[in-house]
């Protein structure tokens, strides 16, 4: 069983950055998929970025490539998150995930393990 609490969520203004983290506890973290996804107000919760267990192969969503960076410290049991350019639309609830099948991509139900979220608000 695997734990997952996200932070680093918060208000920054539109072309600016924050950094999210994921922290893991339980399970065997280093050999799972992990991914972002992210869920706007009366939408549905969509795929924003995934990472091998290995950290060797990264994958974005079209919206967010160029401008968001995922990597992984399986020492520390950590995914994180860089955000960089950041515009109102990216304002969401931010969920790590983690899958024990190292599956990465964007389907939300082939990932076990969710945290609760973070909120990221940018403004204009």
């Known amino acids: 069983q695997v734990q997952l609490v996200e932070s680093g969520g918060g208000l920054v203004q539109a072309g600016g950055s924050l950094r999210l983290s994921c922290a893991a506890s339980?399970?065997?973290?280093?050999?799972?998929?992990v991914a972002w996804f992210r869920q706007a107000p009366v939408k549905e919760r969509d795929f924003v970025a995934g990472?091998?267990?290995?950290?060797?192969?990264?994958a974005y969503a079209d919206s967010v490539k160029g401008r968001f960076t995922i990597s992984r410290d399986n020492a520390k049991n950590t995914v994180s998150l860089q955000m960089n350019s950041l515009k109102p639309e990216d304002t969401a609830v931010y969920y790590c995930?983690?899958?024990?099948?190292?599956?990465?991509?964007?389907?939300?139900?082939?990932?076990?393990?969710w945290g609760q979220g973070t909120q990221v608000t940018v403004s204009s």
């Open positions: 990472i091998s267990w290995s950290g060797g192969t990264t």
């Open positions: 995930a983690a899958a024990p099948t190292f599956y990465m991509g964007s389907y939300s139900y082939r990932y076990e393990y």
């Open positions: 339980g399970g065997t973290f280093s050999a799972y998929g």
